[in-house]
């Protein structure tokens, strides 16, 4: 169901993926109200953006704040980046719990987060635990659809390099063309694309009377396929 206007929140616009599905949002006639909640400010200017600008990232208290359709959570980090593994459970874990718990406060209908390929509260990876435990609290939430988008090494330039994912950037370059089967399911890919998908599918919600739970794989962001065939 493509709504014909709508209002959206997002956390982490700053980042690769945030800063294209903002963009996305930006230019989505249908998108009539933008607010976005960050760190720092972001440079963007538009009748129907409204930024906040907080180191915790909470957002203001309006006792008569309008409800909002769509969530969007961009947040995340790495070890290196966080500085230990605690810190790095406090962002990709506790600070995305936090934000989209204000996000249900704002009766926020579908909220769609970005994860990882491999994410599970068991793994043996300290990163793809966090995002595993991310994904099971958000469900505990019960938002009418949770969309978890798991990609893989992502492509594009930040303005916060990652070393791991420059590496990868670069061997990507040499073993794209000999990829098949299987291990396009490995593939990286384009922040553009991901974020492309994370708002198509999120125009794909239709109301629900119990939560629904759905993940968006690599493999399925790389396919060209209509975004009723993401959305399952």
């Known amino acids: 169901m493509s709504p014909s206007c709508y209002s959206a929140i997002i956390a982490g616009a700053s980042g690769l993926i945030g800063n294209e599905l903002l963009q996305c949002l930006l230019h989505d006639k249908q998108c009539q109200r933008i607010e976005s909640i960050n760190r720092q400010h972001i440079p963007y200017h538009s009748k129907k953006l409204i930024q906040y600008q907080d180191p915790h990232l909470s957002l203001p208290t309006e006792e008569h704040a309008s409800s909002i359709e769509f969530g969007y959570i961009c947040l995340g980090s790495t070890r290196k980046q966080a500085g230990s593994a605690e810190q790095l459970k406090a962002i990709d874990v506790d600070l995305v719990l936090h934000v989209a718990k204000q996000m249900k406060q704002r009766d926020v209908r579908c909220l769609t987060v970005v994860s990882s390929m491999g994410a599970h509260p068991r793994s ?109």
Not at 140 to 163: C, K, M, N, W, Y
Not at 175 to 200: D, R
Not at 213 to 228: R, S
């Open 124 to 232: 043996l990876s300290h990163y793809l635990r966090c995002k595993g435990m991310m994904e099971k609290q958000l469900e505990q939430l019960h938002f009418e659809q949770l969309i978890i988008v798991r990609p893989s090494a992502l492509l594009g330039d930040r303005t916060q390099s990652r070393t791991n994912e420059k590496i990868v950037q670069s061997i990507w370059m040499h073993i794209k063309p000999i990829l098949l089967g299987k291990l396009q399911s490995i593939t990286p890919i384009e922040a553009e694309m991901v974020a492309k998908h994370m708002h198509q599918a999120s125009l794909s919600f239709t109301p629900s009377t119990s939560p629904i739970v759905t993940t968006i794989t690599n493999k399925q962001l790389h396919q060209n396929t209509k975004t009723e065939d993401l959305v399952q």
